[in-house]
């Protein structure tokens, strides 16, 4: 359950709407379910895409476009806007047609390897029908550097000199010098049970994030490579059916609940010829898991470790003989985040994120490890680093401190002095900068501005707006709901950021039923400064319901303190702020607080069978894909909020909807995927199950074949008809 992109928050993102007061109509200016959800009916309301540019490593501007699995490279003159095409060396569609790929996946293929070209990459690695090919842009051609058609190969990875390709075939790790596609094999035993340098389940979802189970990274000097191997001998196995089809397609993955055996983890480095150097473990009898691997800039190995209930991560570096030592040790009150890896700078000084003041800073460690200087302080948070300008001393990054919602780029000196915001319209900003930093590309957005791009100067000062193509036309044609943000105070003083989506024409003198959506997991915000064409809540407004959504404090992300206080109680503490939160709408005059539907997936469908269960202010619930009972999660995200089950009883029995289902107030519908992976269907059928036995009613959807969102479009469709039937039916 990865808090940085929960899918409820992708599928009902409220993070960007606005008030269209004064727009022309075209009709009714009204929207249709048919219009947001149809497989072939559905509009697309998005705003026009933004011109694709970047920088090389010649600290050009380059614009790039694709066009029929042709890659159209320009160089950009900053001053003037004047475009200069690049030599015509990226017809990838001509040259995958020359090395006969098969008609039906050239034009997919060429269009996905056309938008990786760069001016300065010649070399670049791809995948067809399970073989690893070379794309050699210096000869103009492709070639097979594998050729076992019958045997998957995955997550290959180019070596930095680009003579090697390194990837996995079952779970074990190979490498194919490119030149003369000579294999080799690095690793032996891997098994059902033994992953060498691929993550596990619990390892890529929770750790090194979703769909990404490569567990290998090249040295910079392309001779070697570290790995994470696994032993999964111990971890227990969950069998989903796959009951959609025939043969059943069962799907069998090892995966640790809470309390269960987790993966035995192992860091070694391998060299092009298979010789394996282990690490020793640096923490005999306790379990551990290994969280960052990687390399410095001159060679050596480096790698974060947390204990199982990740209470403190340790920054390791290594020697040549692979001895280790603690250069850095986090701890908290709580629970501890994975942290970035540090950013180096040439003296081998470096720049370390740290949340040991509760809010994510910056700070400047010598080349001895020692810490130098607290680069940022505040009640804000800093969200990436871009970069360090040496040559200014300062480091650039990015951080939330002006607005608590979006995202701004700043700057701060070496020495804690000249801290500068350099963006300058509020909302969330992404910004690239070139090599040397002396300009910056801003994407931004905010929830009353659709997409913008320009560039900067390095002191933020505007030289040329690319895109600014407005509100689309089938938008401004609608009747939209009037949107408030508001800060809500909690109980405790934290302000809460909310939103409403009000029906045109509302009359505060009239009484509106009320659709609530949330996620309410820990720092995963619902409610973000940027721009969103899903209308789901405008549709509703338009239907006369007033739209809420408001982010519990635990859920803000301002800063990891304030999810701190939930720590072994999951669900008891977000559940009054969310009470306070309909307090003040209760206070506002126009809410109907007997007809108020609560819709979430995920955490947000945990949360909302717990409040279901634990509360009667909701008339409705929409219980998407829940964990009912924390019991049922995987270990490495539970545990890091609750601890071990044998050692918090308490408040693993305090945060279940399963022991609390004879108290259901409400009607509910719970929608839940029969291949989720992720939260198992073990959730709903148990809790269905515990409903039946104390007499209450539900209302069940299955999406047969679907995973932890529901992909299919026609089964996508289906849901919404559903739920949108029980809110009118039971609202």
Not at 245 to 262: H, I, L
Not at 423 to 434: A, C, L, Q
Request: glycine letters at 6%.
């Amino acid at each position: 359950m990865k808090r940085t992109i929960p899918l409820s928050a992708i599928a009902l993102s409220i993070a960007a709407s606005f008030a269209a007061n004064g727009a022309a109509y075209a009709g009714d200016g009204k929207l249709t379910l048919e219009m947001l959800y149809h497989p072939e009916q559905r509009v697309n309301f998005n705003a026009a895409p933004l011109t694709r540019l970047s920088w090389d490593n010649q600290n050009r501007l380059i614009e790039s476009k694709v066009n029929k699995g042709v890659a159209e490279l320009f160089v950009v003159n900053p001053s003037t806007w004047e475009k200069t095409a690049l030599p015509a060396d990226g017809n990838v569609l001509s040259i995958l047609k020359a090395a006969k790929i098969d008609e039906k996946e050239v034009n997919k293929l060429a269009d996905q390897l056309s938008a990786r070209i760069k001016p300065e990459t010649k070399s670049y690695i791809f995948t067809h029908k399970n073989d690893i090919w070379l794309l050699d842009l210096n000869a103009s051609k492709a070639r097979a550097l594998t050729n076992t058609p019958d045997v998957k190969e995955d997550e290959a990875l180019l070596s930095p000199d680009a003579k090697t390709v390194a990837y996995l075939k079952g779970n074990d790790m190979y490498a194919t010098d490119v030149a003369t596609a000579k294999e080799t094999r690095l690793t032996t035993g891997g098994s059902e049970t033994v992953f060498n340098g691929r993550l596990d389940w619990v390892y890529q979802e929770e750790v090194y994030g979703r769909g990404d189970f490569r567990a290998f990274r090249w040295a910079p000097d392309s001779k070697k490579l570290a790995f994470l191997s696994f032993d999964e001998t111990k971890v227990p196995v969950y069998t989903l059916s796959g009951d959609h089809a025939q043969p059943v397609k069962t799907d069998r993955t090892r995966y640790p609940k809470a309390g269960d055996f987790n993966p035995i983890a192992k860091l070694g480095v391998v060299d092009l010829k298979g010789k394996i150097s282990w690490t020793q473990d640096p923490y005999p009898g306790k379990e551990t898991l290994i969280v960052q691997v990687d390399w410095t800039p001159d060679g050596k190995l480096m790698a974060a470790w947390q204990d199982r209930v990740q209470t403190w991560l340790d920054l390791r570096i290594y020697d040549a003989k692979l001895n280790s030592k603690v250069v850095v040790k986090e701890t908290s009150p709580a629970w501890t985040e994975r942290l970035p890896l540090p950013h180096f700078l040439k003296d081998g000084s470096f720049i370390w994120q740290s949340d040991r003041t509760g809010h994510r800073h910056l700070y400047h460690y010598d080349k001895n490890f020692q810490l130098v200087k607290a680069l940022t302080q505040g009640d804000w948070d800093v969200r990436a680093v871009h970069g360090v300008d040496e040559a200014k001393s300062r480091v650039l990054f990015a951080a939330n401190e002006r607005n608590p919602i979006g995202n701004d780029a700043y700057s701060v000196n070496l020495d804690g002095s000249n801290f500068k915001r350099l963006t300058e319209e509020k909302g969330s900003h992404m910004v690239r900068w070139n090599k040397t930093f002396t300009h910056f590309v801003d994407s931004w957005s905010s929830m009353a501005q659709t997409p913008k791009q320009s560039l900067f100067t390095d002191a933020g000062v505007l030289v040329k707006l690319v895109d600014d193509a407005g509100v689309p036309a089938k938008i401004k044609d609608l009747q939209l709901a009037t949107v408030k943000h508001q800060q809500i105070k909690s109980r405790n003083g934290f302000m809460m950021e909310s939103l409403l989506f009000l029906p045109p024409n509302f009359d505060a003198s009239k009484k509106y039923p009320v659709y609530q959506h949330l996620y309410a997991g820990p720092m995963a915000p619902q409610v973000r400064d940027q721009w969103s064409a899903n209308l789901y809540y405008h549709f509703l407004a338009q239907q006369g319901y007033v739209v809420w959504v408001m982010d519990n404090q635990s859920a803000s992300n301002k800063g990891v303190s304030s999810a701190w206080p939930i720590h072994k109680k999951l669900g008891q503490l977000e559940l009054q702020d969310q009470l306070d939160g309909l307090e003040w709408l209760r206070q506002q005059g126009f809410a109907d607080m007997d007809r108020i539907a609560l819709n979430g997936w995920s955490y947000g469908g945990y949360f909302t069978s717990y409040a279901m269960t634990h509360s009667k202010a909701w008339k409705v619930g929409f219980v998407g894909a829940p964990v009912t009972d924390w019991r049922l999660y995987d270990s490495i995200y539970t545990e890091r909020y609750m601890g071990l089950p044998q050692e918090n009883t308490e408040g693993y029995d305090k945060g279940s909807a399963l022991k609390a289902a004879k108290d259901l107030s409400g009607k509910i519908m719970i929608m839940h995927g029969t291949m989720d992976d992720n939260v198992h269907p073990q959730n709903t059928v148990m809790l269905i199950d515990a409903l039946a036995k104390a007499n209450k009613d539900y209302s069940l959807q299955l999406y047969p074949g679907q995973g932890h969102g529901v992909a299919d479009p026609w089964q996508n469709w289906s849901m919404q008809k559903a739920k949108w039937k029980f809110l009118q039916d039971n609202l």
